[in-house]
Structures are given as C-alpha cells and as structure tokens.
Nanobody
Framework: QVLLVESGGGLVKAGDSLRLSCAASGPTFSMYIMGWFRQAPGKEREFVGRINWSGSTTYYAESVKGRFTISRDNAKHTVYLQMNSLKPEDTALYYC???????????????????WGQGTQVTVSS
C-alpha cells in the first residue's frame, strides 16, 4: 500500500512558476513509476508526465513539454513537478500516481497506476 499526498498548488499568474510535490509513504517508493495527471472542470483526466524508478527517464505530454519537469528524490520518497511558463489552460487539479512497472503497460494512461493522491489545485490567471 502506498499513500500519496500532493502539495504546492495555488493561484498564480500566467508566466509564473510553481513546484508541486508528492510525498509517498511506504518502503518501496523507489520501485514505482511515478506519474502526474491533471483534470480540469468538465474534462477528462489528462496525462502530464511520468518518471521511471531511478529518475533517469521522463516522458511528457506535448502540451507541457519544455515547460514542465518531473524529478524524484527516492531518499525522501518524493516526486516533484516543476511547472514554468504557466498558462491559464494549465488550470486543473493535479494528481500524482504510482504504478508498478510491467512490460507493455502504457504509463500515459490512468489504468497503469495502482495508487493515487487526492490532488492539489493549480489555478493560473490570465
């Protein structure tokens, strides 16, 4: 069982930066692929990016590529989402998720993740 708690959300202006954190409980954090998703009101949950167990590989949605960066600190059981050049369309509830590594799974899809946090709200004003 993994408990995930996101923090760092808030209200910012377009062009600002924000860093989200996701703290995980449990001794096996380093074994999980960690993903970030977001959901805006009236829209489906959307993949933002993911990072492998060691932090050596990341993958991002086209909508955030070049602006967002995911990193992790396995010693602190924490994954981060650095968001730069924020846009109003980035406004959403942001979730982190942990997924066991299985060959053939599509980790840009929500089904691939076993555990989810409660989310942290990010609001970007124009």
């Amino acid at each position: 069982q993994v408990l995930l708690v996101e923090s760092g959300g808030g209200l910012v202006k377009a062009g600002d930066s924000l860093r989200l954190s996701c703290a995980a409980s449990g001794p096996t954090f380093s074994m999980y692929i960690m993903g970030w998703f977001r959901q805006a009101p009236g829209k489906e949950r959307e993949f933002v990016g993911r990072i492998n167990w060691s932090g050596s590989t990341t993958y991002y949605a086209e909508s955030v590529k070049g602006r967002f960066t995911i990193s992790r600190d396995n010693a602190k059981h924490t994954v981060y989402l650095q968001m730069n050049s924020l846009k109003p369309e980035d406004t959403a509830l942001y979730y982190c998720a942990a997924g066991t590594s299985y060959s053939g799974r599509d980790y840009s899809r929500a089904y691939a993740y076993n555990y989810w946090g409660q989310g942290t709200q990010v609001t970007v004003s124009s």
